[in-house]
């Protein structure tokens, strides 16, 4: 079971607010990821950290943001959503090695702007 | 950079029968082959995965296979089983790229009993 938490679970806003989607990982991990899952189910990285300090613009461009202060916290911020940013967003963790490569995820949070 | 195909997108079964699902991959260098599944309601987990210097793997009734030369590799499910029904991803990346996952479209998988 992996350690790996996202809030809120489901999100409705209204166009124009500032949100911030919060994960912690409690498994020590360096490598930070965010994925953006659209309803035709395909995922998108949207960002990624390798450590603190350390934040990188995925494959899909987005206007939410990330920052990496402390090793178990990777929260997004989008500051003034709009109904375009409404879909399901997946934090997802990983360890630095050589045979290592899983990706441990959360269970999302699903936003939806009106 | 990679570009991952999956195909079918969506695939239904009788249960007991086998499920196949085929994915391709663009980047020669891509190294690590994971396949993900995704139940209603919850993160993608990890089922199986392989790397390139091997050509098969297999773990109870899933298996996957993977071509290196024609850069496509699939996943084996046998004596399929309702709770089977899920979204399968796979994904390519090389190792040195950090896990930096580029993922196929998904099938979703049902098993009717």
């Known amino acids: 079971e992996a350690d790996i938490y996202q809030t809120p679970r489901y999100l409705v806003i209204g166009t124009g607010k500032k949100i911030t989607l919060e994960c912690s990982q409690t498994?020590?991990?360096?490598?930070m990821y965010w994925y953006q899952q659209d309803p035709g189910m395909e995922l998108h990285l949207i960002h990624y950290?390798?450590?603190?300090?350390?934040?990188e613009k995925g494959d899909l461009s987005s206007e939410s943001t990330v920052s990496r202060i402390r090793t178990e916290h990777f929260p997004l911020t989008l500051e003034s959503a709009r109904p375009s940013h409404t879909s399901q967003y997946l934090c997802?963790?990983?360890?630095?090695?050589?045979?290592?490569?899983?990706?441990?995820f959360g269970e999302g949070s699903r936003l939806t702007v009106l | 950079g990679e570009n991952v195909e999956q195909h079918p997108s969506t695939l239904s079964v009788q249960e007991g029968d086998s499920a196949v699902i085929k994915c391709t991959y663009s980047?020669?260098?891509?190294?690590?082959f994971p396949w993900y599944k995704q139940e209603l309601g919850k993160g993608p987990q990890l089922i199986i995965d392989?790397?390139?210097?091997?050509g098969e793997k297999k773990d109870q009734r899933i298996a996957v296979t993977l071509n290196k030369t024609a850069k496509h590799f699939s996943l084996h499910i046998t004596e399929t089983q309702p709770e089977d029904s899920a979204v399968y991803f796979c994904?390519?990346?090389?190792?040195?790229?950090?896990?930096?996952?580029?993922f196929g479209g998904g099938t979703r998988v049902l098993v009717k009993p």
């Open positions: 980047d020669s260098a891509s190294n690590y």
């Open positions: 950290s390798y450590g603190v300090n350390s934040t």
């Open positions: 997802a963790s990983s360890v630095t090695g050589v045979n290592t490569g899983e990706l441990f």
């Open positions: 392989i790397r390139s210097n091997v």
């Open positions: 994904a390519a990346s090389r190792v040195s790229a950090g896990n930096k996952l580029t």
């Open positions: 498994m020590g991990h360096d490598k």
